[in-house]
Nanobody, 123 residues
Framework: QVQLAESGGGLVQAGGSLRLSCAAS????????MSWFRQAPGKEREFVST????????YYADSVKGRFTISRDNARNTVYLQMNSLKPEDTAVYYC????????????????WGQGTQVTVSS
């Protein structure tokens, strides 16, 4: 079992930055592929970024590539999402998710989810 808790969301002006954190419980955090998804009002949940469990390889949605950076600290059981050059269209609830030995962009592949943190970008 893994429990996830996001933090770091808030209100920011366009062009600003935020860093989201996702703290995980459990001793085997390093065995989980970790991802960020987001869901805007009236829209489906969409993939943002993922980081592999062993290699640390990363992958980004085209909409955030070059602006967002995912990283993980296995010693702290935490995954981060650094978001720069934020745009109003980045406004959404951001969720972290964990998949044992996973590396996927599909929400259906993830077994564990956090409660989400709201990010609002004003124009």
């Amino acid at each position: 079992q893994v429990q996830l808790a996001e933090s770091g969301g808030g209100l920011v002006q366009a062009g600003g930055s935020l860093r989201l954190s996702c703290a995980a419980s459990g001793r085997t955090f390093s065995s989980y592929g970790m991802s960020w998804f987001r869901q805007a009002p009236g829209k489906e949940r969409e993939f943002v970024s993922t980081i592999a469990w062993r290699s640390g390889s990363t992958y980004y949605a085209d909409s955030v590539k070059g602006r967002f950076t995912i990283s993980r600290d296995n010693a702290r059981n935490t995954v981060y999402l650094q978001m720069n050059s934020l745009k109003p269209e980045d406004t959404a609830v951001y969720y972290c998710a964990a998949d044992f030995h996973g590396y996927s962009i599909l929400a259906s592949d993830y077994d564990y989810w956090g409660q989400g943190t709201q990010v609002t970008v004003s124009s």
